[in-house]
C-alpha cells in the first residue's frame, strides 16, 4: 500500500519566490497535516485539514497557506519566501478528525531558499 | 505553555547496551504521549504512546510509561541493535487540539 507520498522531494527557490509543495495521503485518510522540520529541531505544527475545511493552525505567518482538494490531497503554499523558510516541510495524514495523534508522515519536500 | 524536553545527542550506544532516552513536559490537564522515530531516509513513524497517567506504550522493545507525578516519559530499551539508530521525538498531543507538539529530537547511533 503506498504510504503518504509528496512533491518535490528537494527544491531551491530565492527569497521573495512563492513555492508550492504537495501532498496525497494514505488512501481512505480524511485528514491531511502539515509541519515544518527546522535543521535540528522538531516538527512544527503549521495546518490541519479534513474533509476540506480548516481544523487548525499553528503559528505561521499569514505567508503560508493550504488547502485540501475533493480528493484529500494537499498543497501547501508559502508567499514571499524568507531565508529561515529553509526547512523540510512533512505532510502527515490520518483517518479521521480527531486527532489521536497517530499520524502518518510522508518523507517530506526539503526547502532551501536563498 | 504547552512543551516537551528530551535529552539532547547525539547518544551513542554499543550492541546489545541499555537505552534510555529522557523526556519531560510541561502541560495542563492529562495529554496524551508519544514517541516517534525517523530513520535515515524515511519519514518520522509512531513507535509507541500512552492516553493516560501510568499507561505504558511498547513497540519492537522499546518501551514508556506515562509518570504523570514526575511529567515524564523517558525511552527504554533492554538491549539495542545497531537497526535502532535513528532520531527519535517525544511527543504531546491535547484531545482538544489539532497539533502534536514534538521535542528537538535525539539521535541515537548504535555500534557494532
Known amino acids: 500500500d503506498a504510504g503518504v507520498t509528496q512533491s518535490p522531494t528537494h527544491l531551491i527557490k530565492t527569497r521573495g519566490q512563492h513555492v508550492t509543495l504537495r501532498c496525497s495521503p494514505i488512501s481512505g485518510h480524511k485528514s491531511v497535516s502539515w509541519y515544518q522540520q527546522v535543521l535540528g529541531q522538531g516538527p512544527q505544527f503549521i495546518f490541519q485539514?479534513?474533509?476540506?475545511?480548516?481544523?487548525g493552525r499553528g503559528n505561521f505567518p499569514d505567508r503560508f497557506s493550504a488547502r485540501q482538494f475533493p480528493n484529500y490531497s494537499s498543497e501547501l503554499n508559502v508567499n514571499a519566501l524568507l531565508l529561515g523558510d529553509s526547512a523540510l516541510y512533512l505532510c502527515?495524514?490520518?483517518?479521521?478528525?480527531?486527532?489521536?495523534?497517530?499520524?502518518?508522515f510522508g518523507e517530506g519536500s526539503r526547502l532551501t531558499v536563498l | 505553555g504547552n512543551s516537551v524536553t528530551q535529552m539532547e545527542g547525539p547518544v551513542t550506544l554499543s550492541e546489545e547496551a541499555f537505552l534510555t532516552i529522557n523526556c519531560t513536559y510541561t502541560?495542563?490537564?492529562?495529554?496524551?504521549l508519544f514517541w516517534y522515530v525517523q530513520y535515515p531516509g524515511e519519514g518520522l513513524q509512531l513507535l509507541l504512546k500512552a492516553t493516560k497517567a501510568d499507561d505504558k506504550g511498547s513497540n519492537k522493545g522499546f518501551e514508556a510509561t506515562y509518570r504523570k507525578e514526575t511529567t515524564s516519559f523517558h525511552l527504554e530499551k533492554g538491549s539495542v541493535q545497531v537497526s535502532d539508530s535513528a532520531v527519535y521525538f517525544c511527543a504531546l498531543l491535547y484531545s482538544s487540539a489539532s497539533k502534536i507538539i514534538f521535542g528537538s529530537g535525539t539521535r541515537l547511533s548504535i555500534r557494532p
Open positions: 502541560a495542563t490537564g492529562y495529554p496524551s
Open positions: 502527515a495524514s490520518s483517518f479521521s478528525s480527531g486527532n489521536t495523534g497517530e499520524l502518518f
Open positions: 485539514y479534513y474533509e476540506k475545511e480548516e481544523r
